[in-house]
């Protein structure tokens, strides 16, 4: 059981290029959720999603995309990247569509440069 | 201002020491108060979690709840240096059909052998 994987763990884009951040959970859980997360400012929500086929935004949605299409994955894509897109990203799972029962269950992160 | 405030330290102790970290909110609609603890590059993982005011202890962690001062603490006893880590306060409530959850700052935490 891994729980929630993302990859890569490193990335390196230059202006303007694009790519996808992707995230993959074993638990069967309905809920998944992007995060980012900057000095100072904490973890702030991208995306989420209640389930396969069902998206909506976050706090902070703008130049990225996700799709939902089975359960178990939930991909980030970066249109265009921007230098203010340089931060750690994390994909989060919960058993509890509505998040207030169950915990959320992190991956360990990718960590992205823009340059 | 935002919903949820953390100071972000960073905090330094010895080994051994009684640990106090606090959050403040301003919404009076938070119902769950959680706290997670994040080691270097590693994602947070739930610590504590609670939804009524008072204490909860779990081992050496203690949370309390002080909803009418929209405040809360997570106490650490007998600090251990495998307690260093980032702790970060969070708190939710319903929006719509779906939950809301919001994250404080995180406070650094290192604990001294």
């Known amino acids: 059981n891994a729980g929630v994987t993302q990859t890569p763990k490193f990335q390196v884009l230059k202006t303007g290029q694009s790519m996808t951040l992707q995230c993959a959970q074993d638990?069967?859980?309905?809920?998944m959720s992007w995060y980012r997360q900057d000095p100072g400012m904490g973890l702030r929500l991208i995306h989420y999603?209640?389930?396969?086929?069902?998206?909506d935004q976050g706090e902070v949605p703008n130049g990225y995309n996700v799709s939902r299409s089975t359960t178990e994955d939930f991909p980030l894509r970066l249109l265009s990247a921007a230098p203010s897109q340089t931060s750690v990203y994390f994909c989060?799972?919960?058993?509890?569509?509505?998040?207030?029962?169950?915990?959320?269950?992190f991956g360990n992160g990718t960590r992205l440069t823009v340059t | 201002q935002k919903e949820v405030e953390q100071d972000p330290g960073p905090l330094s102790v010895p080994e051994g020491a009684i640990v106090s970290l606090n959050c403040t909110y301003s919404?009076?609609?938070?119902?769950?108060f959680m706290w997670y603890r994040q080691y270097s590059r590693k994602g947070p993982e739930l610590l504590m979690y609670?939804?009524?005011?008072g204490n909860k202890e779990d081992g050496r962690f203690t949370a309390q709840v002080d909803k009418s001062s929209k405040y809360i603490s997570l106490f650490i006893r007998d600090s251990q240096p495998s307690d260093s880590a980032t702790y970060l306060c969070?708190?939710?409530?319903?929006?719509?059909?779906?939950?809301?959850?919001?994250f404080g700052q995180g406070t650094t935490l290192q604990v001294k052998p």
């Open positions: 638990m069967n859980h309905e809920y």
């Open positions: 989060a799972s919960s058993q509890d569509r509505g998040q207030l029962n169950s915990p959320l269950h």
């Open positions: 969070a708190m939710s409530y319903y929006s719509g059909n779906t939950g809301k959850l919001i």
């Open positions: 999603s209640v389930g396969a086929g069902i998206t």
């Open positions: 919404n009076s609609a938070f119902q769950y």
């Open positions: 609670t939804y009524s005011s």
